[in-house]
């Protein structure tokens, strides 16, 4: 079990969050749409979360399909701590994945986002399934010379996806899915008097 050294009084201002897990594969119900795809993930927390160890963003090595033509597999290891002085802006994962298209030029292949699970004493490793969606041209010509160009079109920032007010409106298709497992171990949090309702998910299983 991970433990948390806090320094005199920290432990009544703050709680800390622990995430471990792992980025395990992309699935795509008709195979990927390009090859050699890899991904990179960024940590979007509220303005009161501070990052404490780990690393903020990531990117996997590249992969190829597995002998079912469907399933990209990575298997990277996602490990970080945070800080906050409440819950609001609970962390959440963004993964862009990228890949060659026919041209072999590198173009976007989705975008996806997970919440970090509630944390508990006991927390189990939870599997996340996460659509990946692209975004798509507004207009018809720019559509057409992206379906002809393999490149489909990318955001400048995809950490927007976290604030739902930032991407409304955003015009996108979904195909595939990546599959991730992850971990959450609060420390500090009773002391603040947090409660994620673990206790009654336990209570109704009896």
């Given at each position: 079990?991970?433990?948390?050294?806090?320094?005199?009084?920290?432990?009544?201002?703050?709680?800390?969050?622990?995430?471990?897990?792992q980025?395990?594969?992309?699935?795509?119900?008709?195979?990927?749409?390009?090859?050699?795809?890899?991904?990179?993930?960024?940590?979007?927390?509220?303005?009161?979360?501070?990052?404490?160890?780990?690393?903020?963003?990531?990117?996997?090595?590249?992969?190829r399909?597995?002998?079912?033509?469907?399933?990209?597999?990575?298997?990277?290891?996602?490990?970080?701590?945070?800080?906050?002085?409440?819950?609001?802006?609970?962390?959440?994962?963004?993964?862009?994945?990228?890949?060659?298209?026919?041209?072999?030029?590198?173009?976007?292949?989705?975008?996806?986002?997970?919440?970090?699970?509630?944390?508990?004493?006991?927390?189990?490793?939870?599997?996340?399934?996460?659509?990946?969606?692209?975004?798509?041209?507004?207009?018809?010509?720019?559509?057409?010379?992206?379906?002809?160009?393999?490149?489909?079109?990318?955001?400048?920032?995809?950490?927007?996806?976290?604030?739902?007010?930032?991407?409304?409106?955003?015009?996108?298709?979904?195909?595939?899915?990546?599959?991730?497992?992850l971990?959450?171990?609060?420390?500090?949090?009773?002391?603040?008097?947090?409660?994620?309702?673990?206790?009654?998910?336990?209570?109704?299983?009896?």
């Open positions: 079990m991970l433990e948390l050294q806090l320094t005199s009084g920290e432990s009544e201002s703050f709680f800390h969050l622990t995430v471990t897990g980025l395990e594969s992309a699935y795509f119900p008709m195979g990927p749409d390009g090859s050699g795809l890899f991904c990179r993930y960024d940590i979007v927390a509220g303005p009161d979360w501070e990052l404490v160890s780990g690393l903020q963003s990531a990117v996997t090595q590249s992969a399909t597995e002998s079912d033509y469907r399933t990209v597999v990575f298997n990277m290891p996602i490990e970080f701590t945070m800080k906050s002085t409440n819950p609001y802006g609970w962390p959440q994962i963004i993964f862009s994945l990228y890949g060659a298209n026919v041209w072999n030029v590198e173009t976007n292949r989705g975008y996806a986002r997970v919440h970090c699970p509630l944390s508990g004493s006991h927390s189990a490793e939870r599997t996340l399934r996460a659509p990946l969606f692209i975004p798509k041209y507004a207009n018809a010509c720019s559509a057409v010379m992206s379906w002809i160009s393999g490149v489909n079109p990318e955001m400048r920032d995809p950490k927007i996806l976290a604030d739902g007010s930032k991407h409304k409106g955003l015009s996108s298709e979904t195909y595939g899915e990546l599959v991730v497992k971990c959450a171990i609060s420390r500090g949090s009773t002391r603040m008097a947090l409660d994620w309702g673990q206790a009654a998910l336990v209570d109704d299983k009896f």
